[in-house]
Structures are given as structure tokens and as C-alpha cells.
């Protein structure tokens, strides 16, 4: 598989949180091609299928990594053309002046977030980041002309391209949690070369980045699986008070509530045993990840939470290893492979 080629077009693709067919279409794609039988729910997740071996009834296990992305939803087009908006997720205004944007109306427009030059502020002005509501988008078009091509409630996606850096590092917009998409398809591919036993639901959910987990919530529900994974990013190497996640070291193996402690043990083990890269982090908070969707369903499932190491989120320059998403995707492969159902029985319970 080529991963570059994959999270390049993963990447690229827009998908603003609730405005997700775009990316939806091609993970649908994506996770066609690696022979799994895909389908798509009412509210968007993109479901693969990889069936177990033997006679049932086998195990059945959920990798969940979210295909939203945060971005912008225009609330006014004003009679200057310039464009107000709002934030769609956990997007700092700090970031967005003199950002390159696209917003989609009746057709992608390209445009830029601008503000107020420092040379005709105030002095309190200048000591100040810049508010959300002082910034504007200029797509240079006249108000009438604006009005035609663009609406109240179009998203806008930052537009940062996808580059490469040194060594196997690369950067740019919506690696949250697209690269947590791309460690489903090298699962996948690994999975469709070796017997296992559980049958697979790889889901690409929706809904994450607004906070209400809508995605996972569905997915979890409908299919009543009887263990799961959420696979999604870990800030590297940023916050001195949380556990550092270094690049290039691996997923990071996440340790707190979300997570069930016999399923953690069982990931934990498949890693050392075949001396897969991996890591370690503290997660005191049940929420912030699709884990906690899945853990809460229904009666309570037993979940995981993995990390994949990247710099600047929420920023169009995220920066991911390579080799991280590579080996989150085999560590998947590697323990769902190793599950049958009196294991997965044994996490019932504590």
C-alpha cells in the first residue's frame, strides 16, 4: 500500500464535521478495494466488513477512527461581499488570520480569512489576538455576485496542502483524524492476508469534532459489538501536564477510563510479544474520543483507545509520522487476529 499516496487523498478531500460525503466517497472507495463489504448508515459512517473464519458465532469487534474534520460554516454574506462565519469544532481564531480557505457553495470558492491591518488599530487592539468576529472571508467577489454562488450554512475547509518533510514525516490539514482512516485501511490489508476469527466492522464515523460523538454513538448501537477501538490522535511532544507521545515511537497505548483494562492488557501484550513499536499515555478523561461512545453502548462494551502521534492539531500543518500510521494499522491487525470468543468472553467482566 502506498500511505502517502492514501493519506494524500484522504487529506485533501474535504469533509467539515456534518458535511462529510465528499471524504465519505472516497473512504467508501478505499475500503472497497480491499475487498470488504462496505455500506453506509443513516447518519454517514462508512462501515467495512471483514467476516471472520469458522462457524459461529464469532467475535465481533469495532475499529472506529472519525472522518470529520473542523472548519468554518458561513452565517452572513454582508452587502461588502466579505463572508462572516462560525466555527465548526475545536478551532482556535488565533490560527485563522491570512488563512487560505475554500468555502463550498454551488461550486469550491477559493478565498482568505483577513482583518483588520495593525496600522489602523488602536493601541489595546494591537496588544490583542484577533476575535473570531472581527474576521472575515474575502473570496474578491461583489456582494450580488457573492450571494449567488455561496449561502448561509455552506462549510469551509482550511486549505492546506499535503507536504512532505524530512525523513517520513508529513504535514498538513485534517490528520485528525484522517490518519486514524489510514491506519484502518493498512488493518485492513493486513487482515486480508492472514485467518482471523472475529469478524471486523472497520467504521469511518461522523460527528466527532462537534462533540456529540454522533457517529459512533449509531455505529455502536447498531452493530453491538463485543469489543472495540478508537483509533485517534495524541498531541507529541506539546503539553508538559499530559504524557508525552513522541513521533516515530508508535501509537500511543492510552491508559484511564476510557479505556477497559483487560482489552489495554491484550494490546499491550500483541505489542511487546512481537516487538511492535508502541507507546504509553494517561487519559483521565472519558471524553474527547469516539472511545467514549463505544464503551457507554447499549449494556457497555470493552474499549481501547490509540494514539497517533502528531504536532500542531487543529491547525491546517499537522504533522504525522509515517511509520506511526503504519504501525497502528499492523498493531490492529495483530490483536484482532489474536481474538477468539472465550477471550473476548473473559472481558465481560472484571
Known sequence: MDLREKLTRLSTTPG????????????????????AEVSRDRLGNVIALKRGEGEGPRPRVLLAAHLDEIGLIITAVEDDGFLRFLPVGGIDPRVLVAQEVVVHGRRPVPGIIGAKPPHI???????????????????????????????????????????????????????DDRVGVASLLVC???????????DVYAVATVGEETDGYRGATAAAFALAPDAAVAIDVDFAEEEPNRTPAEL?????????????????????ATARGLGLPHQFSAEPDPRGTDAYALQVAR????????????????????????????????????????????????????
Open 299 to 350: 449494556a457497555g462494551v470493552p474499549t481501547m483507545l490509540l494514539g497517533i502521534p502528531v504536532r500542531n492539531m487543529h491547525t491546517a500543518v499537522e504533522v504525522v509520522s509515517l511509520a506511526d500510521v503504519e504501525a497502528t494499522g499492523r498493531l490492529l491487525a495483530e490483536a484482532v487476529a489474536r481474538l477468539d470468543r472465550r477471550l473476548v468472553e473473559g472481558w465481560q467482566c472484571f
Open 16 to 35: 467539515v464535521s456534518g458535511f462529510e460525503d465528499p471524504v465519505a466517497a472516497v473512504v467508501w472507495e478505499e475500503f472497497a478495494a480491499l475487498d
Open 188 to 198: 485492513l490489508e493486513e487482515l486480508g492476508r492472514r485467518p482471523h476469527v472475529a
Open 248 to 268: 516515530g515511537k508508535g501509537p500511543s497505548l492510552a491508559i484511564g477510563p476510557p479505556v477497559h483494562p483487560r482489552v489495554w492488557e491484550h494490546f499491550a
Open 121 to 175: 488599530q488602536d493601541g489595546d487592539e494591537q496588544k490583542q489576538a484577533y476575535p473570531r468576529e472581527k474576521l472575515y472571508i474575502d473570496v474578491g467577489l461583489p456582494a450580488a455576485r457573492a450571494r449567488e454562488e455561496i449561502r448561509v450554512g455552506d462549510p469551509v475547509t482550511l486549505a492546506g496542502r499535503f507536504f512532505s518533510l524530512a525523513g517520513d514525516r508529513v504535514a498538513g490539514k485534517a490528520f
